[in-house]
């Protein structure tokens, strides 16, 4: 059984930090390429990065490019989403991603507020 629990997220000020983690199980996820996308209040989910087995290709959003790093554990079967100099308009609920044999698996989400 396909699972993906993000965890990491929280309140934090403009400017701010956070890293979300995804861990992954029920798939062999050294092989497959994981992503993150997000969802603003009233906006549709929109692809903030992703990363390809061996993380050596790790292309993400134009909004997130220099402020966000996406990495991965294939050890612990984990993604992260390192968030740096965040902003108000980061503010949304963010999820893990993987496409196993045309399937696409999502999380349930961690909500990331930017506010001060």
């Known amino acids: 059984q396909v699972q993906l629990v993000e965890s990491g997220g929280g309140l934090v000020q403009p400017g701010g930090s956070l890293t979300l983690s995804c861990a992954a199980s029920?798939?062999?996820?050294?092989?497959?390429?994981m992503s993150w996308y997000r969802q603003a209040p009233e906006k549709e989910r929109e692809f903030v990065a992703s990363?390809?087995?061996?993380?050596?290709?790790?292309p993400y959003a134009n909004a997130v490019k220099g402020r966000f790093t996406i990495s991965r554990d294939n050890v612990k079967n984990t993604v992260y989403l390192q968030m740096n100099n965040l902003a108000p308009e980061d503010t949304a609920i963010y999820y893990c991603?993987?496409?196993?044999?045309?399937?696409?698996?999502w999380g349930k989400g961690t909500l990331v507020t930017v506010s001060s």
């Open positions: 029920g798939f062999a996820f050294r092989t497959f390429f």
């Open positions: 990363i390809d087995p061996t993380g050596s290709r790790t």
């Open positions: 991603k993987a496409i196993l044999g045309g399937v696409m698996y």
